[in-house]
T-cell receptor
Framework: ELKVEQNPLFLSMQEGKNYTIYCNYS?????LYWYRQDPGKSLESLFV?????AVKQEGRLMASLDTKARLSTLHITAAVHDLSATYFC??????????????FGKGTKLTVNP | DSGVTQTPKHLITATGQRVTLRCSPR?????VYWYQQSLDQGLQFLIQ???????AKGNILERFSAQQFPDLHSELNLSSLELGDSALYFC??????????????FGPGTRLLVL
């Protein structure tokens, strides 16, 4: 069964600092997704990583995928308060019936302090 | 705004009752997914429908059922509700079939409170 682990689960950082969130998964997959969730709100798609070595950047966030290591990272550069949210990674797995399903990590709750 | 709509936004009911949650996918999307999010279980995949047919099942209880109608909207039925069913229920939709990257776009969710 596919397992997706994120760490850290909680991250408190100061504005202007850099940090990385890690996402490990247990079985082979070529597709990895990053989502953001604000408190009490829905999940917003950030990145889709489709192949080994894929790197995508949007503003202060950069995501990368290493399928051989089964690892994705979400790097935060010069954090600002607006980035405070919970970040989820998700990986395509297999559901009952043979179809695909997304398996989510537990999320990393990021708090950026002034 | 993802383009996925869910109703109602909030639902308060009693144990033993039955409720129906409704979801309209983004225009053109054929796949609808249901998720349950709770503090202790995290985000759990429940079930997927594709163009009216059940495609994949996750951790869905037998007391829960879903369907997708010809106009592609979907309903999640929760019956014999228990306190532990209190959670945020999300619907998501995607446009691609198997073999393609299929980002799922999430609706705003329905917050269910069972008293």
């Amino acid at each position: 069964e596919l397992k997706v682990e994120q760490n850290p689960l909680f991250l408190s950082m100061q504005e202007g600092k850099n940090y990385t969130i890690y996402c490990n998964y247990s079985t082979t997959s070529d597709r990895l997704y990053w989502y953001r969730q604000d408190p009490g709100k829905s999940l917003e798609s950030l990145f889709v990583l489709l192949s080994n070595g894929a790197v995508k950047q949007e503003g202060r966030l950069m995501a990368s995928l290493d399928t051989k290591a089964r690892l994705s990272t979400l790097h935060i550069t010069a954090a600002v308060h607006d980035l405070s949210a919970t970040y989820f990674c998700a990986v395509d797995g297999w559901a009952e019936g043979g179809s695909e399903k997304l398996v989510f990590g537990k999320g990393t709750k990021l708090t950026v302090n002034p | 705004d993802s383009g996925v709509t869910q109703t109602p936004k909030h639902l308060i009911t009693a144990t033993g009752q039955r409720v129906t949650l409704r979801c309209s996918p983004r225009s053109g999307d054929l796949s609808v997914y249901w998720y349950q999010q709770s503090l202790d279980q995290g985000l759990q995949f429940l079930i997927q429908y594709y163009n009216g047919e059940e495609r994949a099942k996750g951790n869905i209880l037998e007391r829960f059922s879903a369907q997708q109608f010809p106009d592609l909207h979907s309903e999640l039925n929760l019956s014999s509700l228990e306190l532990g069913d209190s959670a945020l229920y999300f619907c998501a939709s995607s446009g691609m079939g198997q073999g393609w990257a299929k980002t799922q776009y999430f609706g705003p969710g329905t917050r269910l409170l069972v008293l």
